[in-house]
């Protein structure tokens, strides 16, 4: 017959063992926890970072935007992304290279590794991209003087007459104006047989755009001054899950969208965006303030008002042969070849 003192203990044990139990189960549950709530916290900060490089990707990176994203691991309070970005050449996509950025739920040590990754570019007088060896279009500044002693300005390239040699090719060319022109004159100025891709403000600063990082030229796509929103957003949404209900389409009259100003909304909210950068002195993010105080009266979902804006310069595709024709444009401050392919048969070019 056990004793007391034995019943005693065996209960201790027992209870001990229940403790240890509920203390594995307990911390299991808070772990579990623990990793759904910051697994939904790295991935609202994930989709933070790209709506941020989707943001300044849509004033910045001329005539380069991310075509795919993907997860890049990661652990309970890190995560990471990867993407890869493009060109449009004449209206073929080109491969422009690739990026990666880890981010931490304490910090945005990202802003700086993504929005100014340079992806392998080679930022000197050659100015190529090594994952593609492709050439970097440049801008160049009319009024660029030095900062400094010891500072270098880059002379203006004249690289037209260049491209007439590049036989059977689409090419890729970015044209610093004489001076800044309206949206109006420059569409005007550009020959129908070549599509302008990109417009840039300008700098009004005495700093080498030159050597300026993708990241730090701002402007815009022919499609990036306006977009199209629901008028009634709520209205839109109820008749979207009434339709998917009954299998049918939604109400049209819900359905209406209207046109609304993004480029100036875009400069605006880059402003307040992470991945700042200056320049010997010279802050890129000045000439959106400058290029906002000259033009954000303006409602540029009216042509005639959209028209008024100024640019500096352009990005330019087509076909080589069909440059030639700029090579006597009096407003051709600067010329600089970029990215360019082989012309094959099977392409569908926008221009035809």
């Known amino acids: 017959m056990e004793t007391f003192e034995i019943l005693t203990k065996k209960r201790k044990q027992k209870n001990r063992l229940l403790t240890v139990a509920l203390s594995v189960l307990t911390i299991g549950l808070v ?13 609202n900060k994930a989709w933070e970072v790209v709506h941020t490089i989707e943001l300044v990707e849509s004033v910045a990176y001329p005539n380069t935007s991310t075509y795919t994203w993907g997860a890049n691991g990661g652990d309970m309070f ?21 990026y990666e950025s880890n981010f931490s739920l304490f910090g945005g040590e990202w802003a700086g590794t993504v929005l100014d990754h340079r992806s392998g570019y080679y930022h000197d007088e050659k100015r190529l991209n090594l994952e593609t060896n492709q050439k970097i279009p440049q801008f160049y500044n009319i009024n660029a003087q030095k900062q400094s002693e010891g500072d270098v300005i880059a002379t203006p390239t004249q690289e037209l007459p260049l491209v007439s040699d590049m036989k059977n090719q689409l090419v890729e060319v970015a044209i610093t104006f004489d001076k ?19 417009y840039w403000i300008g700098t009004t600063s005495k700093g080498d755009s030159s050597t300026w990082s993708m990241n730090s030229l701002y402007g815009t796509d022919a499609q990036g001054f306006t977009r199209e929103e629901y008028v009634d957003e709520q ?18 009259e819900a359905m209406a969208t209207k046109a609304v100003d993004a480029f100036l909304t875009n400069l605006k909210a880059v402003l307040e965006a992470p991945g700042d950068a200056t320049y010997n002195d010279t802050r890129p993010r000045d000439d ?3 290029y906002l105080e000259k033009f954000e009266t ?39 070849i970029g990215a360019s392919i082989e012309n094959e048969p099977y392409y569908l070019l926008d221009q035809e």
């Not at 772990?31 to 991935?43: D, E, F, H, N, V």
């Not at 309206?182 to 599509?195: F, Q, R, V």
């Not at 959209?306 to 310069?313: A, I, T, V």
Request: no cysteine.
């Open 31 to 43: 772990y579990i926890g623990a990793k759904m709530m910051t697994s939904r916290l790295i991935s």
């Open 78 to 98: 890190h995560g990471g992304i990867k993407g890869s970005r493009a060109k449009d050449i004449y209206g073929v996509p080109v491969y422009d290279s690739t």
């Open 180 to 198: 800044p022109y309206t949206l109006n004159d420059i569409n005007a100025m550009i020959p129908n047989d070549l599509k302008t891709n990109w």
């Open 235 to 252: 209205a839109a949404q109820n008749a979207l899950k009434e339709s998917a209900k009954e299998g049918g389409q939604p109400d049209q």
């Open 288 to 290: 959106i303030e400058k």
């Open 298 to 336: 303006l409602d540029i979902t009216k042509e005639e008002d959209r028209n008024k804006l100024e640019f500096s310069g352009v990005i330019l595709t087509g076909r080589a042969e069909d440059f030639a024709q700029l090579e006597s444009a009096d407003w051709v401050y600067a010329s600089s």
